[in-house]
């Protein structure tokens, strides 16, 4: 490396020079062929396609395991073997952070969520016209949230019932997913008549169809996702370029194309 070579690199992002050196070299990128990473359900469809990208650019294999942002807390913490966390609560990753966890400076926000009404085409109340009103119809027996102890997603629901209005009229109507994927499962099945749901698997290809009403942010506190690197990742350059690779432009596309919003301070 030229002494202008060491200057620049000194200037770059330590995950970008990590990047650089997965696209230039062979014998790391074939020393590194796994990232595993432990995503909230809400990300299925956009790890789907971040992946697919990273994977394309660098040869490197990103292993996604999606489930309870709750659960994963807890399983890192017993020594899960992941190399990167993205959670759908901030807060989980702070303290992943402040336990020692995680990777010195890795910790950071990558999106918020945003959650809609979402019900079946064939449902004959108009979720999209009637908003919260159509959750009091004597039709909808069952709505289904993710369960709030574990999810943010959940939480967000009962506090968007809560400043509605209309909590009390319709919390023995709630059924609880271990997640937001499992929310959106059982009304996709017919079990629920409708749900609170994540923005992000309203525009899944298996929903996309639905009857949908989008919630205004100010109802409920934001759902801030974070990500970090977990400190003992065996594959710790690998995880760090695809943490940056999420945060890139073509990452922040992919994830606003998914139902994120993806601020600027990012």
Not at 179 to 204: C, R
Not at 223 to 249: C, E, M, P, W, Y
Request: with cysteine; hydrophobic share 45%.
């Amino acid at each position: 490396m030229t002494p202008v070579d060491a200057k620049l690199c000194a200037r770059l992002p330590f995950c970008v020079i990590c990047l650089a050196v997965l696209l230039a070299s062979p014998n790391l990128r074939a020393q590194e062929q796994k990232v595993r990473v432990a995503a909230a359900a809400d990300l299925k469809f956009a790890m789907e396609e971040l992946s697919a990208g990273f994977e394309s650019k660098t040869g490197t294999q990103v292993d996604v395991t999606s489930g309870s942002s709750g659960n994963f807390f807890s399983q890192i913490q017993s020594g899960a073997p992941f190399d990167l966390f993205f959670s759908a609560d901030m807060e989980y990753v702070k303290k992943l952070d402040a336990a020692g966890l995680a990777e010195p400076g890795t910790l950071c926000k990558y999106a918020s969520g945003r959650i809609v009404i979402w019900a079946p085409s064939n449902m004959e109340v108009d979720v999209a016209r009637q908003g919260w009103k159509a959750l009091l119809d004597p039709r909808v027996q069952k709505i289904a949230i993710a369960n709030p102890e574990l999810a943010p997603y959940g939480r967000a629901a009962v506090s968007a019932l809560q400043k509605a209005g209309i909590y009390e009229q319709v919390k023995n109507k709630l059924v609880y997913g271990e997640n937001i994927s499992q929310a959106a499962q059982f009304v996709k099945s017919g079990n629920a008549q409708a749900g609170i749901l994540a923005h992000s698997l309203a525009l899944s290809p298996g929903m996309k169809g639905g009857k949908v009403w989008e919630i205004s942010a100010e109802m409920h506190p934001p759902i801030d996702q974070g990500a970090i690197v977990l400190r003992n990742a065996k594959g710790k350059t690998a995880a760090l370029a695809f943490l940056h690779f999420v945060k890139s432009d073509g990452g922040r596309i992919i994830l606003e194309k998914r139902g994120f919003t993806v601020s600027t301070g990012n």
